[in-house]
């Protein structure tokens, strides 16, 4: 009797940690959020027209762009043109179209639709030029600290980083990354802002686990690496 009394304990004990453990993941996965993000994806995608073609609030427009992507990537692809041939051709065929179009219309005397007119305003030039300031100084900085040895860690990441991309660019071309860029850009967002909260509960679960591991390994192995090549000696 006391034999069962006592693995009868041990097995409530087993049970109470395992829905604590449980309990946690269920937490840590209904909390999290990709990224870490505080705002909603149309707010972290600028908000206005733009975030509404990304997250396909207006469909037409949405599948306009695909298909204009999927045709240029043709075209570069497998026209043999170069790029500067392809845009002026298509610049000159637009031009033409359109000054037939106006002065056609003179001739039959119709009213055409007036262009609306693109204008860059200042404060959006300016956001933009304080925006781009700010991302150049860090990598400048970030330049400065591996070229002067400061930071090993950072040197490595960055040697992966570009190793990485030139793995991936002798496997495709430029156009076809930006096409694929494109058609990600395009869905991705969409798909995630649908099905969020399943996304981030799968992304707390896997990220708990990461960060697991991750924490063995810098413990054992990325702190013991040293953040300066060469240390200036007490004089």
């Known amino acids: 009797m006391e034999n069962n009394s006592a693995q009868d304990h041990s097995d409530?004990?087993?049970s109470v940690e395992s829905r604590k453990s449980l309990d946690q993941s269920a937490q840590v996965s209904c909390g999290y959020r990709l990224f870490d993000r505080q705002?909603?994806?149309h707010q972290i995608i600028g908000g206005g027209k733009a975030a509404d073609v990304i997250l396909w609030k207006q469909h037409q427009i949405s599948f306009g762009v695909i298909i204009v992507a999927t045709v240029a990537w043709l075209l570069f692809e497998y026209s043999g043109l170069s790029f500067?041939?392809?845009s002026?051709?298509?610049?000159?065929?637009?031009i033409v179209?359109?000054?037939?179009?106006?002065?056609?219309?003179?001739?039959?005397?119709?009213?055409?639709?007036?262009?609306?007119e693109l204008v860059l305003s200042e404060e959006m030039v300016n956001n933009a030029a304080a925006s781009f300031r700010g991302k150049m100084n860090n990598m400048l900085l970030m330049a400065h600290?591996?070229?002067l040895g400061k930071d090993f860690r950072l040197f490595f990441q960055v040697v992966a980083f570009l190793w990485l991309l030139s793995v991936i660019g002798s496997f495709f071309s430029f156009f076809t990354l930006a096409y694929v860029g494109t058609i990600i850009s395009i869905t991705l967002p969409a798909v995630y802002n649908k099905y969020e909260a399943h996304?981030?509960?799968?992304?707390?679960?896997?990220h708990q686990k990461?960060?697991?591991h991750y924490r063995i390994v810098d413990e054992n192995v990325i702190r013991r690496l040293p953040r300066r090549f060469s240390k200036e000696k007490d004089s």
Do not use: W, Y
């Open 145 to 147: 600290d591996i070229t």
């Open 88 to 94: 002026s051709d298509i610049l000159l065929i637009l």
């Open 39 to 41: 705002r909603t994806i």
């Open 12 to 14: 409530g004990e087993m």
């Open 84 to 86: 500067l041939t392809i």
């Open 97 to 116: 179209i359109q000054f037939i179009r106006a002065n056609s219309a003179v001739m039959l005397n119709k009213q055409l639709k007036p262009l609306p």
């Open 199 to 206: 996304v981030d509960r799968c992304a707390g679960l896997v």
């Open 210 to 212: 990461l960060s697991k």
